[in-house]
């Protein structure tokens, strides 16, 4: 078998099903390979957009997202969404043609060290050097990214590697995702559990990869079983979140704040006194030591215990824990009120047909709930913050922790093929719907439908709003755009296309495109606001 043959094979093996790729010479013989595997291929239009699908579809259905790449310039251009990745916890496998190692040193064709390169935006970077090795070593790549706090790997797979055959090895392979068996130990469960016993007014905080979206049974037996409120945060906007509501309100109400895979970042005002008071105790658990240490920084004696152990294993064995929690009930209640609050600060206003993000997002919310099974994917910018604060649908992704701005388009094509059956809907501005563009191109000859939405208001509003905010409206520079047709650009590209300026037309657009049954862009020009902040008085 060659080296393609066996790391393929492993793949197989893993339970991988989709790959999400962009072809090039040194991975031409895993194309091959993957025939009559049945792991499915889509061909992407960038490399970045193929790691930015993979992404997504881990985070719904669960598997290992990989993407495959060509070496060198590929490469590169799959670098940025690593970093997104990481952000969202999202267990990825970043697999890349590489220079042969007989010709090491030598000037080879795109020759770099992709290991060196990568190494910093991920959980793991390696280079396969003998095909006697393929099998293990992507297995155990795929085992790191599920494993503790998932994330993204890199495996550089040089081309010699690749064509090189080998007798299959007969070997076991091992690709669940491991923890130390021994943590939590019962002292820190019991710890833990009587702290939250003695607390009037506690608060679980979980991190991405224990979300609504992805942890859901998880989430609500935890709560029901401590009789806490418990919040996911995975916008880079932390306690300023709108889709969160006043949540600096619920956790200034609170007595005891437990971090169950949440980093204490800047996301949380890196714990100050400022924001939560000297007299409020922390508790932090997390898979990485560095986590562990970061709170011990930010919180100083305010962190009462710190546990280096997987999250979601503590939240099971909290769940399952004997004994009856205090009732809470009343303070679960008033944190879920506080966390729904949408007052902003500064209501949008508009005349009868102007449009603005919030008009826009109701029109949206409409089509969602006339629908039997949703998925909102939402980028991040000024609208798409209006969008995580004002639409619900039954799944979301969104830009995460990372605060990336444009892979949502590419988020849409990849939930379409992990949701066959629902309606995806991605919001996302004007500015950041260019990074991907031509994944439109990819939609439509997959045969992938899904309804875009861009809140036109012809600039880069979140660097125009910092320019107006810092600098005064006679100091704009470099933020503007123009009035472009994207959705005469999709219907080009073979999709369906949308335009609105009319508050009275929005409706009916969004239902074509709906019921389209093609990729569909809705262009609607709206009013430019500041993202949403939700009012705490």
Known sequence: MRGADLLVQTLVKAGVSRIFTLSGNQIMPVYDALIDTGIAIVHTRHEASAVFMADCWAQLTGEIGVALVTAAPGFGNALGPLYTATGSESPVLLLSGDAPVSQDGRGAFQELDQVAVSAPLTKLASRLTSVENVAVETANAIRVARSDRPGPVHLALPFDVLKATVN?????????????????????????????????????????????????????????ALSVPVIAMESPRGLNDPSLGAIAQVLAKSDLILCLGKRVDFTLSFGSDEKFGPQRKWIVVDAEQSACEMASRNLADKLIRAVQAEPGAVAKALSTAPGTPPDRSSWIDAAKKLIRVRSYTAPPT????????????????????????????????????????????????????????????????????ARPDAVIFALMGDGTVGFQFAEFETAVREKLPFVVVIGNDRCWNAEHQIQLRDYGPERLIGCQLSDARYDLAVVGLGGHGEYVTDLNELDDALSRALHSGLPACVNVRIKGLPAPTVSTK
């Open 168 to 224: 299959a090895p007969d070997v076991e392979l091992d690709f669940s995702a491991q923890s130390d068996p021994s943590l939590p130990g019962q002292a820190e469960l019991a710890a833990i559990t009587d702290a939250f016993a003695a607390a009037a007014a506690p608060v679980v905080l979980t991190g991405p990869a224990l979300n609504r979206t992805r942890a859901t049974d998880q989430l609500e037996a935890l709560e029901k």
């Open 350 to 417: 508009s005349a009868d047909k102007e449009i603005t993000s919030l008009t826009l997002c109701a029109a949206v919310q409409r089509q969602i709930e006339s629908t039997p099974q949703s998925v909102l994917i939402c980028d991040g910018g000024e609208f798409g913050q209006w969008a995580q604060a004002a639409l619900e649908a039954d799944e979301r992704v969104i830009n995460g922790t990372a605060g990336a701005i444009g892979g949502v388009l590419c988020y849409a094509l990849a939930a379409r093929c």
